[in-house]
Nanobody, 124 residues
Framework: QVQLVESGGGLVQAGSSLRLSCAAS????????MGWFRQGPGKEREFVAG????????YYAESVKGRFTISRDNAKKTVYLQMNSLKPEDTAVYYC?????????????????WGQGTQVTVSS
């Protein structure tokens, strides 16, 4: 069956960095646009970053643009989210997501597969 497994979350201080990884199995990885979403305490799940099937195009939420970078390695069936200059408002559960379409942008309603999520906590 399809699995998306996130790793790399943790507790860090504001201004520091984390790199999240999402390993995929059970699907033809190169056929899927991949993305990251997050859900903070008391908030709805929101789009963070997306990347096209071959990694040629990316799309970011305005709140993370310039600080976060999404990338993928199709040979390793893995998508990454490099998070720099972290802020307390970045605190959330981060979810890996896949969509069987080419666009780097997709909403919660368009996601075909979800990971279980990994907690990122940024202290002030």
């Amino acid at each position: 069956q399809v699995q998306l497994v996130e790793s790399g979350g943790g507790l860090v201080q504001a201004g520091s960095s984390l790199r999240l990884s999402c390993a995929a199995s059970g699907l033809t990885f190169s056929n899927y646009a991949m993305g990251w979403f997050r859900q903070g305490p008391g908030k709805e799940r929101e789009f963070v970053a997306g990347i096209t099937r071959n990694g040629g195009s990316t799309y970011y939420a305005e709140s993370v643009k310039g600080r976060f970078t999404i990338s993928r390695d199709n040979a390793k069936k893995t998508v990454y989210l490099q998070m720099n200059s972290l802020k307390p408002e970045d605190t959330a559960v981060y979810y890996c997501a896949g969509r069987n379409r080419g666009s780097s942008y997709f909403s919660v309603s368009l996601v075909d597969y979800w990971g279980q999520g990994t907690q990122v906590t940024v202290s002030s």
